[in-house]
């Protein structure tokens, strides 16, 4: 089974609106990350949080950590149509080389 | 600025061909990846290199293979491309060590098509 699975699939909002997108993982961490991908594009990194951290901002980006729940949120506030993409969770485990592995993605859309 | 770019944006291909999908990155970065990503399945490692010459098998390898004959370049090779590895493929690299540990940059994506 894979890790890093994004909960909910797919999230439909307002402009202006927050969105809330959670992931959960299986095994230790180093650190969790999280991606965007606009359609048919590569992946673009957004935040980076760290094992022993509990949360992180980064402009209207918020990610939490719990480690005893083997999960993660990303919150990004006051949503913008240029916000609608997918949005891709990614655990650096237990592993070597940088590895990472990926969830399947929340696709947001964002409504003006 | 740093970039990650793959030889082409759409190929096509036929059944039985031999595929070279090629990745340059500029950031002399140590560690290089290539993912397939399909619908429903999230993005899945084929291969990576952490060196010139090193290579290590992801989730998928089946059908693939690679190459890092110089620290910028990763090429991916599908030795006989079939239907079923009509795909988005994706290139990604990362540095070793530092602040930034594990953040990965990505190409833009090739997506390939085979008949």
């Known amino acids: 089974s894979q890790q890093g699975e994004e909960d909910p699939q797919a999230l439909s909002i307002q402009e202006g609106e927050n969105a809330t997108m959670n992931c959960s993982y299986k095994t230790s961490i180093n650190n969790l990350q999280w991606y965007r991908q606009n359609s048919g594009r590569g992946l673009v990194h957004l935040i980076l949080i760290r094992s022993n951290e509990r949360e992180k901002h980064s402009g209207r980006l918020r990610v939490t950590l719990d480690t005893s729940k083997k999960s993660s949120s990303l919150l990004i506030t006051a949503s913008r149509a240029a916000d609608t993409a997918s949005y891709f969770c990614?655990?650096?485990?237990?592993?070597?080389?940088?590895?990472?592995?990926f969830g399947q993605g929340t696709i947001l859309t964002v409504h003006p | 600025d740093v970039k990650v770019t793959q030889s082409s944006r759409y190929l096509v291909k036929r059944t039985g061909e031999k595929v070279f999908l090629e990745c340059v990155q500029d950031m002399d970065h140590e560690n290089m990846f290539w993912y397939r990503q399909d619908p429903g399945l999230g993005l899945r490692l084929i291969y990576f290199s952490y060196d010139v010459k090193m290579k290590e098998k992801g989730d998928i390898p089946e059908g693939y293979s690679v190459s890092r004959e110089k620290k910028e370049r990763f090429s991916l090779i599908l030795e006989s491309a079939s239907t079923n590895q009509t795909s988005m493929y994706l290139c990604a690299s990362s540095k070793v060590g530092g602040s930034s540990y594990n953040e990965q940059f990505f190409g833009p994506g090739t997506r390939l098509t085979v008949l």
């Open positions: 990614a655990d650096a485990g237990g592993t070597s080389y940088g590895k990472l592995t």
